[in-house]
């Protein structure tokens, strides 16, 4: 298993635990009642902003964790950590299925918004467009690595 393909697996499991964690999140928040006053849009912001750079620095922390334990569990004491043009085609792909599916759940939303949804109902589809925009990218990295170009 390459560097990046390792990495590209750590982040699948982080963007799982955190739209995970995020979804229980605002559903405690509005079970709570949290989101029903005049500032619920920036609750639902602050939170948002919150999740963001802890998701950066999870991703960070386990890929480094992760590369670790992996050297230890096959004894290497040299691991490769070179990237080649391979791996910068597979990115590329990856980012366009990200990019893709972020856009189309953006423009869903602001086509919902049009329509007369909810605002907060809109936020909440853009950030799961997002989250969903890079786990599909991800899985597409990984599908990519797996079965080559």
Same mark, same amino acid.
């Given at each position: ?5 390792? #990495? ?18 605002? @559903? %405690?928040? *509005? !079970? %709570?009642?949290?989101?029903? =006053?005049?500032? @619920?849009?920036? &609750? ?9 750079? &802890?998701?950066?620095?999870?991703? $960070? ?6 590369? $670790?334990?992996? %050297? $230890?569990?096959?004894?290497?004491? #040299? ?11 597979? =990115?590329? *792909? ?6 893709? &599916? ?5 423009? =869903?939303?602001?086509?919902? /918004?049009?329509? !007369? ?26 599908? /990519?690595?797996?079965?080559? /170009?």
């Amino acid at each position: 298993m390459s560097h990046e393909e390792r #990495n590209t697996l750590v982040a699948i499991l982080v963007n799982l635990s955190m739209a995970g964690w995020m979804t229980w999140r605002i @559903a %405690a928040m *509005q !079970g %709570a009642g949290r989101f029903d =006053g005049p500032d @619920a849009l920036a &609750v639902w912001a602050r939170t948002v902003l919150w999740v963001i750079p &802890v998701g950066i620095i999870v991703t $960070i922390a386990a890929v480094i964790l992760f590369n $670790i334990v992996f %050297a $230890i569990a096959t004894r290497d004491e #040299n691991p490769s950590f070179v990237t080649d043009e391979r791996d910068r085609l597979i =990115g590329i *792909q990856g980012m366009r299925v990200t990019l893709v &599916v972020a856009s189309a759940g953006f423009l =869903g939303a602001l086509v919902a /918004l049009a329509l !007369g949804a909810g605002t907060f109902a809109v936020l909440n589809a853009i950030f799961a467009s997002f989250a969903a925009g890079d786990l599909l990218g991800s899985l597409a990295k990984l599908r /990519l690595y797996r079965r080559g /170009l």
